[in-house]
């Protein structure tokens, strides 16, 4: 029998999916919280999560929280540090091992974009964007510092560019080893986990390709939602829609169901 669900919904579990039990995780604001705690109710139990403000080992009491300093987080944390200890010291040093941020904006390389929307390319002059975002916050940190990154966004051509307005958060830069050319401890991101699909990058040029899509999606919905000529992988499959068990560990977090609306 089909369960239902929301695009958004199936896209925090697939994110939630790339989390492992006992890794040391940070999460965003908004969904990323959401998957990350999924994660943690559902088959990731021992995982270690902390938030870009400090608060650490937290488990959401009465709903997704708002913010990373939320109070449905503060309740039972084990401990209250500071963005300092979390994003200078244990993401920055290498030892966090997973992180999921949001992002307004992607390209073909996994470069985030979250500063502003100018609709063309920079040049050494900068000018205000014609829209403003919220800026990086602590995703620029966790994209250069975590092992790796998941990045969660609505699938709009519009937020799918050849290349960024502004580059908040590195991805892979202009793709193949330009990364590793710069001293980043973390190793990019492994995943754009989005409303329609899972894109992953390829091994050898770390351009984005679609891994698996949705259930109500299809490849040639996905490659015209993309500002890029898609490419699908060797491997592309349709993800497993979620179980009852998922949907009912993701609802026991988002229990005021603001993830309940596509």
């Keep these: 029998m089909s369960l239902n669900y929301t695009r958004q919904e199936m896209m925090a579990i697939a994110a939630g999916r790339e989390i492992r039990d006992g890794e040391l ?3 965003g604001v908004g969904l990323s919280l959401l998957a990350g705690f999924f994660a943690q109710a559902h088959h990731a139990p021992n995982v270690r ?5 400090g608060i650490y080992g937290a488990t959401p009491v009465g709903g997704l929280p708002w913010g990373v300093e939320c109070n449905r987080l503060c309740t039972n944390a084990v401990s209250f540090t500071g963005g300092l200890d979390a ?5 920055a040093s290498g030892r966090c091992e997973v992180g999921l941020i949001g992002a307004a904006q992607v ?7 979250t500063t502003g929307i100018w609709g063309e390319l920079l040049d050494e002059h900068y000018r205000p964007p014609k829209t403003r975002l919220t800026g990086s916050g602590g995703a620029n940190d966790i994209a250069s510092g975590c092992q790796r990154v998941v990045i969660m966004l609505a699938h709009e051509k519009k937020r799918f560019a050849e ?6 958060s590195p991805g892979y830069l202009s793709g193949g080893n330009a990364r590793a050319r710069y001293p980043f401890r973390g190793g990019g991101p492994s995943a754009m986990v989005t409303t329609l699909g899972i894109l992953r990058p390829d091994p050898e040029t770390k351009e984005f390709q679609l891994d ?9 919905e996905i490659r015209a939602q993309t500002g890029w000529d898609l490419q699908f992988a060797p491997t592309l499959h349709i993800a497993p829609e979620p179980t009852e068990e998922e949907l009912t560990a993701l609802r026991r977090v988002d229990v005021t169901g603001a993830l309940r609306r596509n």
């Design 163 to 168: 290349r960024v307005d502004y580059l908040t």
């Design 49 to 53: 999560a902390m938030t870009e403000g």
């Design 212 to 220: 698996a899509y949705f259930a109500f999606s299809s490849p040639a």
């Design 107 to 113: 390209d073909r390389f996994g470069n985030v974009n």
């Design 87 to 91: 994003l200078g010291f244990l993401v």
């Design 25 to 27: 995780a940070i999460f």
